[in-house]
Nanobody, 116 residues
Framework: QVQLVESGGGLVQAGGSLRLSCAASGRTFNYMAWFRQAPGKERESVAR????????YYADSVKGRFTISRDNARNTMYLQMNDLSPEDTAVYYC???????????WGQGTQVTVSS
């Protein structure tokens, strides 16, 4: 059974940092990604990574502030988020799939709230 379990969300002040984790079990994937959805907004892609290495993608809104990484031995993906702003407040979802634009597995989400 495939499971993606996120952790690391919370409340932080503007300018602060958080690190999200996504532990995958049940199988390995070619690509994993982070999405987010703020209240009243559509879900948006934040960052993605190829599990074999050599490819990462960042949304323009997070470039230079967020870093996606993975630990192959732990089958875990991370999102280091620095210099957070209230506009980063959202539920963050971990996703996994076979291609960089196709994700068939999703985690339950973790709330990130940035106060001004």
């Amino acid at each position: 059974q495939v499971q993606l379990v996120e952790s690391g969300g919370g409340l932080v002040q503007a300018g602060g940092s958080l690190r999200l984790s996504c532990a995958a079990s049940g199988r390995t994937f070619n690509y994993m990604a982070w999405f987010r959805q703020a209240p009243g907004k559509e879900r948006e892609s934040v960052a993605r990574i190829r599990w074999s290495g050599g490819y990462t993608y960042y949304a323009d809104s997070v470039k230079g502030r967020f870093t996606i990484s993975r630990d192959n031995a732990r089958n875990t993906m991370y999102l280091q988020m620095n210099d957070l702003s209230p506009e980063d407040t959202a539920v963050y979802y971990c996703a996994a799939g076979a291609a960089s634009n196709t994700y068939g597995y999703w985690g339950q989400g973790t709330q990130v709230t940035v106060s001004s």
